[in-house]
């Protein structure tokens, strides 16, 4: 198995552990992190070695992923094992799962790229590559089996872990966040690259936010000591360390549970905030040259997930060069001012969130067994 982030680890450890339940005799080994090594797996490299988003930011890592693709590639085929599972991370995964099946190794791939978003020609190096796909989404099962390919739909493992109801004055007491104050959540990514791009972003939008809300307090989560340290950077730059701010180490989803609104970094955690029944505004950044990369190959309007699976315009985005602090604080201000807009995004989140919730490692679980035994190809 591999696995190249903190979303990847979490998908893995639960699909482990639902394989063990099963198997008790299966061994698991490859790349992946403290999730998956709680679970029993081996890993081979850090994973952290693999959480690098963007081409920019990606070229400048490049031959040292490529040596560690190319090192376990070789590692594997002494000793094949009798599936391999790469969990998303598509472009190390991918590379090495067609070498491995073109070697009789059956392979199975946990999360489709997001072929339905941008590079949809990605399909058929896909099919060369995978045994079987597991997709999170509903919509992306119609698109592997058009093209052919073994699939199955395995709902997202958050909306199994996340509460339909969710205690917000539990989670602010969990948190000892102030009473009476209006909370924002600012998730502004989970790897380094991100911060780089996005934290001086949300601590000036939070400055100018608070010009405009007085009674407000924010919570910060972040995964690492690191990216912790980015954004405290880009407090002293901004001479804000007199924001009303809690930071968290983790505990991403109780700041989510404790907030009236949330400030998020498109990706994973936009997710996370609409199974918390968050109402978010959207944003990114990214080097200038993987943005003009991406922008030419995007198909649809929406980039973030919740709007995606919404099917509409639900959650304000501000990308790129829109993404500035002025715009950022008014949409979150237009948002916390309209208690309409908020009921209809916790509407939609609830409706996708009893769609996702599919018991998905078990799901999971039961396809990698099939492929296993040599039918689920």
């Known amino acids: 198995m591999v696995a190249g982030e903190a979303s990847g680890d979490l998908l893995g450890a639960h699909l482990i552990g639902a394989l063990v339940e ?31 988003r963007g081409y920019a930011e990606a070229l400048r890592h490049y031959r040292e992923i490529m040596a560690i693709r190319r090192q376990l590639a ?41 072929i339905w978003a941008w590079r949809g020609g990605r399909i058929r190096r896909i099919g060369r590559a995978v045994t079987h796909m597991l997709v999170l989404f509903p919509f992306e099962q119609a698109l592997y089996e058009k093209a052919g390919i073994p699939v199955t739909y395995v709902g997202h493992p958050l909306a199994d872990l996340i509460p339909i109801e969710i205690d917000k004055p539990e989670a602010r007491a969990q948190l000892r966040l102030p009473s009476g104050k209006r909370i924002v959540a600012l998730l502004p990514g989970s790897r380094e690259s991100e911060l780089q791009y996005m934290a001086d972003l ?26 912790r340290e980015l954004f405290e950077e880009a407090l002293h730059a901004n001479r804000a360390q007199e924001l009303p701010l809690t930071m968290l180490f983790g505990h991403s989803h109780e700041a989510l549970a404790a907030a009236d609104v949330a400030l998020v970094a498109s990706g994973t955690a936009t997710l996370e905030a609409a199974l918390f029944k968050t109402p ?70 609830h409706e996708i969130h009893l769609t996702l919730r599919q018991d998905t490692a078990s799901k999971a679980a039961e396809a990698v067994l099939r492929v296993l035994d040599g039918s689920g190809g």
């Not at 085929?77 to 099946?101: K, M, S, T």
């Not at 939008?205 to 972040?222: M, N, S, Y």
């Open 202 to 227: 949300f601590v000036k939008t939070a400055h100018r936010f608070i010009q405009e809300v007085g009674d407000v307090h924010f919570v910060c989560p972040t995964p690492t000591r690191r990216t």
């Open 74 to 114: 070789e590692r594997v085929l002494v000793e094949p094992p009798e599936l391999f599972i790469g969990v998303d991370a598509p472009d190390f995964n991918l590379g090495l799962e067609r070498r491995l099946r073109r070697a009789g190794v059956p392979t199975v791939h946990y999360v489709s790229p997001s």
């Open 280 to 349: 978010m505004v959207i944003t990114y950044r990214m080097s200038p040259l993987t943005w003009t990369l991406m922008r030419r190959m995007l198909y649809l309007p929406h980039v973030g997930l919740p709007n995606v699976l919404a099917g509409e315009a639900l959650v304000p985005e501000l990308i790129q060069e829109k993404a500035t602090p002025w715009a950022l604080s008014a949409a979150l201000l237009e948002l916390m001012q309209d208690p309409a807009r908020r009921e209809r995004q916790i509407e939609k989140f």
């Open 22 to 52: 099963r198997r008790p005799e299966l061994r698991f080994a490859g790349i992946g992190g403290p999730g998956m090594q709680a679970a029993g797996f081996e890993s081979h490299y850090p994973m952290e070695k693999l959480a690098v």
